[in-house]
């Protein structure tokens, strides 16, 4: 079933492409799908673990710890996708989680 007004998000390190509502926190909208192109932690800013960089397109964030997100990430697009919200299609990559890299 097509999702009306969606964001299509592309998380290109996954290889992963699925449509989200707008308006919708990125990281619970990818959830009801059941998609896994993001990890998913605490889905409430505390853990980090669903640190994205956006390559294209618009979104807002609500605050973001600057333990997880410095002002010069925020600045570069990276962003907490539990708190993200697509505005447009979205082109991104996943797995920032400091302790993965
Ligand atoms: S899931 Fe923990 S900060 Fe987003």
């Known amino acids: 079933m097509a999702i009306e007004n ?16 707008k308006g919708e926190p990125l990281l619970m ?4 799908l059941n998609q896994r192109a993001i990890d998913v932690g605490c889905r409430g800013g505390g ?7 956006v390559l ?7 605050r973001m710890s600057k333990a997880h997100i ?3 990430e ?3 697009g990276f962003a907490l996708a539990c708190r ?5 299609d979205l082109e991104l990559e996943s797995d920032h ?3 993965k890299k």
């Open 70 to 72: 410095s002002e010069e």
């Open 6 to 21: 969606a964001c299509q998000i592309s998380v290109t390190n996954r290889q992963q492409v699925f449509k989200v509502p």
């Open 97 to 99: 989680f400091p302790l």
């Open 29 to 32: 909208a990818m959830e009801k």
């Open 56 to 62: 294209q397109g618009d979104y807002q964030t609500k």
């Open 84 to 88: 993200l919200t697509p505005l447009s």
């Open 47 to 53: 853990c980090g673990l669903c640190k994205v960089k």
């Open 74 to 76: 925020a600045a570069l």
